[in-house]
Structures are given as C-alpha cells and as structure tokens.
C-alpha cells in the first residue's frame, strides 16, 4: 500500500481515516455544486470538527496556503455557511458552521433561491411585460409564461419550506412517495 501524502496525513491526524475521507469528498462534490474543491473541504472540516477553527489552523489541516484559506472563508462568509466567532485569551477569528444539517439545509436553499431562482424570475417576469414581448411568437410568449409560472411557483414552494419548523420538515421529507399518492 503506498504510503499517505502529507495532506492526507494531516487530515486524518485531525479527524480519522473515516473523517478525512469526508472532507476530502465534500470538496469533490462541491466542484460539482459550483464552488472550489478547498471551500467545500473547509466547510466540511469545520463541520466535522465542530469547534470554532482559526485559519492558520484550517491550512495546517487541510495542508492549502493561508491565502487560499482567507478566500475560501470570505466566500464561504458570503454564503452565510460560516461565521467569525471571537475566543478568550486568543486575539485571532476563529471559523464555525452551523452543526444542525437541516439549518445548512435551510441556508443553502435560501441563498441559492436568492442567487438563481429570484433574478431569473425577475428576467423572465420582465421579458414578460416588455413590449417585445407582443412582437415575439405565439409559441415562445407561451414558453416564457410558462417557465416564469414555474419559477415563481419554485420560489413561494422555497419560501414555504424554509418557514417549516425541523420537526414540520422532516415529517414532509419522510412523506416522499406517499405525497404523490395523497395528491391524486
């Protein structure tokens, strides 16, 4: 078996084999979601972690430099998923995340509500009542009504289950299956 990298090393010093593996597929999977691969593994180190972390810390474990660690908290700050928290005795900002699944839950689909659904509404709501839009076809007034129906239906859903209670969400989540048969 080959041997560790240091990176490595570090992580699974920090969190376990089976915690390194987390955060090292955290950040594959948020080059999927559309953000950098060291976000993703510094919101999952801070996640795992649990503890508020400074950043000299993070680039210690995650063996990234300082620079990239202040970009990716900035960004991660931006998304409301980390905060600055302030310790005793330590003149330095410390790094959290919220530690509950279903308030990350929540602050992802606002901010990507907020980021994507809402100003594509906003367009398409415009086009809508442009006066190009009497000069465009039947077929693509229609298109454009129905897909700015479905964002707006999208965002008031969004809206309506970020105003759940955990508990209210979770029993709707466990409906799955069940929802489709209630509504026929």
């Known amino acids: 078996m080959p041997a560790a990298a240091p990176a490595e090393d570090a992580l699974t010093g920090a969190l376990g084999d089976l915690g390194a593996r987390f955060v090292l597929h955290w950040g594959e999977m948020g080059a999927r979601w559309g953000v950098s691969r060291t976000v993703a593994q510094i919101h999952a180190l801070l996640y795992l ?26 960004e991660l700050q ?12 330590d ?17 992802l689909v606002r901010e990507r509500k907020e980021r994507e659904f809402d100003p594509t509404a906003a367009f398409l709501h415009d086009c809508v009542e442009s006066r190009a839009f009497a000069r465009e076809s039947p077929e693509t007034q ?3 009504r129905e897909t700015l129906a479905l ?12 105003s759940l209670d955990t508990a209210s969400l979770k ?7 069940r929802l489709e048969a209630l509504l026929r």
Request: hydrophobic share 50%; net charge positive; charged share 25%.
């Open 49 to 74: 972690r649990g503890r508020p972390l400074h950043a000299e810390e993070i680039a210690a474990v995650l063996q990234v430099a300082r620079s990239n660690v202040s970009t990716s908290l900035r």
């Open 142 to 144: 229609r298109r454009l």
């Open 91 to 107: 003149r330095r900002d410390h790094f959290e995340t919220p530690l509950d699944p279903w308030a990350l839950l929540r602050t």
């Open 171 to 177: 029993r709707l989540m466990k409906l799955g299956a």
């Open 151 to 162: 964002m707006e239906a999208a965002s008031a859903w969004a809206d309506q289950l970020l």
């Open 78 to 89: 931006n998304w409301d998923l980390v905060r600055v928290v302030h310790l005793a005795g």
